[in-house]
């Protein structure tokens, strides 16, 4: 099918400290006029790009770390249409990125329809993206400082699991030279090791201090997102698996649903759908898809618990049989947990196991498949 050419587009080029804008109008597939100007990155660059782009209403921007933001909001707020390119795609359609002119290239691509702009949240919705990912980040600097603890621990002979509900108190002695008792000793002689150092124990106590900060952290960022958890959210916590925290983080990343076709393009989107490769009659599959690194983590978490729950068990063992491999059965899981969550949305409320949720390489929608009668490519998809 012919592509339809944007008459009358822009496009901007997003640095740290300068945007480069292309004001383009096309005519009989012939660029008519092209204007290019350089703006500074402040707040008096952005007006003067806003006069700039007057009479022009649609157009794209490359997502450039986090400064395409701000530039996104204001163009958004004056009433225009911006689209957000992931600049791996500006790579594939463009090549090797030229400063001056790539916005030239850029808008005459978008004009074109050869690129497509990313879904960027706005309002509520981008609000919660930003506190799950804030508590992400968290929770990977709580499991980086629980990291430190065992090395300063086993580094003098500790073999202690420090943070269980009694050693925790013996960790905490170590750090602060307090004797131990005599009942301690006695029941953890095997698993301790020589007395720290000075500054061993001195490094202790500020990661058990960190530590203690962060999950305090954590705690009051999970209080502020169900603040903010919406009633669509809430339905997902009727799925077996799906608890609040997840809800969000699922419901956040994943967006509007109505921008996805089926709940295949919806699993593709969130990193948990298999990548389809075909020579000749022969298809195969190596791999998963790449996409939203943030929403495949928690679905894979999310499986990691819906597995042992009435409903997924047998789907998971089913698989499990066949592969003789955890991580596979799970990721498997994940993508149907993935559909499931498109058809709650889209539906608006949660009836069970819906017939659109079957897990198929390189499938698509269709009857729920007996967990018993799962089809080998299912397993191939993750191989």
């Given amino acids: 099918m012919e592509r339809k050419i944007k008459p009358k587009v822009f496009a901007i080029d997003v640095g740290e400290s300068r945007l480069v804008a292309t004001k383009m109008e096309i005519n009989n597939n012939t660029v008519k006029e092209a204007d290019t100007r350089e703006f500074k990155y402040n707040e008096e660059g952005l007006k003067e790009l806003i006069k700039f782009l007057e009479g022009y209403e649609e157009g794209i921007m490359e997502a450039t770390g986090v400064y395409f933001y701000h530039v996104y909001n204001v163009l958004r707020d004056n009433g225009l249409k911006v689209n957000v390119i992931n600049p791996v795609q500006t790579v594939e359609v463009l090549g090797k990125k030229t400063?001056?002119?790539?916005?030239?290239?850029?808008?005459?691509?978008?004009a074109a329809g050869t690129v497509k702009g990313s879904y960027i949240p706005t309002g509520e919705m981008q609000e919660l993206r930003e506190m799950t990912r804030h508590r992400e980040g968290l929770v990977e600097r709580k499991t980086q400082v629980k990291n430190e603890i065992r090395k300063v621990l086993e580094t003098a002979g500790y073999k202690l699991p420090p943070f269980e509900k009694k050693t925790k108190e013996i960790v905490r002695k170590l750090a602060t030279d307090e004797k131990l008792t005599d009942e301690e000793i006695k029941e953890y002689s095997k698993?301790?090791?020589r007395k720290l150092t000075r500054i061993e124990a001195f490094i202790l106590k500020q990661l058990l201090d960190l530590l203690n900060i962060i999950e305090e952290q954590i705690k009051e960022v999970e209080n502020e997102i169900m603040k903010f958890l919406p009633e669509e959210a809430v339905e997902l916590t009727k799925i077996p698996g799906i608890g609040p925290i997840s809800a969000a983080t699922i419901y956040a990343e994943l967006g509007d649903v109505s921008r996805f076709e089926s709940s295949k393009q919806a699993a593709s989107y969130a990193g948990v759908s298999p990548r389809t490769k075909q020579s000749g009659k022969t298809e195969f599959h190596n791999g998963l898809i790449k996409g939203n690194k943030h929403l495949s983590r928690v679905l894979f978490l999310v499986a990691r618990s819906a597995k042992n729950t009435a409903q997924f068990n047998g789907f998971y063992q089913a698989l499990l049989k066949?592969?003789?491999?955890?991580?596979k059965a799970t990721l498997a899981l994940a993508n149907k947990i993935c559909r499931i969550v498109y058809h709650v949305l889209k539906d608006g409320e949660y009836k069970g196991e819906?017939?659109?949720t079957r897990y198929r390489g390189g499938g698509g929608e269709g009857p729920q498949v007996d967990p018993n009668q799962v089809v080998p490519s299912a397993l191939q998809a993750i191989a």
């Fill in 99 to 110: 400063d001056k002119n790539d916005s030239i290239r850029l808008a005459i691509a978008y």
């Fill in 191 to 193: 698993l301790l090791g």
């Fill in 322 to 327: 066949r592969t003789s491999n955890s991580k």
């Fill in 354 to 356: 819906t017939k659109k």
